[in-house]
C-alpha cells in the first residue's frame, strides 16, 4: 500500500489542475515515463476555479512537454511544474498536440486499427470545442467518447 502524500517535493514534476477525478487516468496516460519513480495524487482538492481537482506529483522525474502534452485529452486545464530544489524551475500550460498518436482506441469496432491492431492516430479539431478524428476511418470523437489505452 503507497502512503498518499501531497506534500512539497524537492526535484520533480507537479501536474496541477487536473479536472476532479482524472488522476488516475492521467498516470495511465504516463505510464513508462514516471516508473519506479514515487508518485503522489491528490483527489477531489477544492479549487477555486473548477470546483474540484487533482494533483499528481512525481518525485526525480522531470516530463517533457511532449509527455504532457499527452494528457491534454482528458486533463486540457493541467498546469505542469517542474521543481528543482524545492524552487520553481519551470512552469506552463498544458496544449492539445495537433496529432494525438496511440494513446487512445477509436471507438469504431469496424476501425482498421481495432481489426489490425494497429497504432491510432487522431487529428484534432478545434472548431467548437476540440474534437478528434481518426485518420483511418474519419470517424470524430469527443474526448469523453475515447478510451484511453492502459500501459
Ligand atoms: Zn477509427
Not at 41 to 69: C, Q, R, T, W, Y
Not at 87 to 94: F, G, I, M, N
Not at 114 to 137: A, Q
Request: hydrophobic share 35%; with cysteine; glycine share 8%.
Amino acid at each position: 500500500m503507497k502512503q498518499l502524500k501531497v506534500d512539497a517535493i524537492k526535484n520533480g514534476t507537479v501536474i496541477d489542475h487536473i479536472p476532479g477525478g482524472k488522476a488516475v487516468q492521467v498516470l495511465k496516460i504516463l505510464n513508462g515515463k514516471a516508473a519506479g519513480d514515487p508518485v503522489s495524487i491528490g483527489m477531489n482538492l477544492p479549487s477555486a476555479k473548477f470546483g474540484k481537482k487533482d494533483i499528481v506529483k512525481i518525485e526525480n522525474h522531470e516530463l517533457s512537454v511532449d509527455d504532457v502534452n499527452r494528457i491534454a485529452l482528458i486533463a486540457p486545464t493541467a498546469t505542469i511544474t517542474i521543481i528543482r530544489d524545492y524552487e520553481t524551475s519551470e512552469k506552463w500550460k498544458v496544449e492539445i498536440p495537433e496529432v494525438i498518436e496511440n494513446i487512445a482506441h477509436c471507438p469504431n469496432p469496424n476501425c482498421i486499427t481495432n481489426t489490425e491492431r494497429i497504432p491510432t492516430r487522431f487529428d484534432v479539431l478545434s472548431d467548437g470545442g476540440p474534437g478528434f478524428m481518426c485518420r483511418y476511418c474519419e470517424k470524430v470523437y469527443e474526448a469523453e467518447g475515447l478510451k484511453i489505452k492502459v500501459g
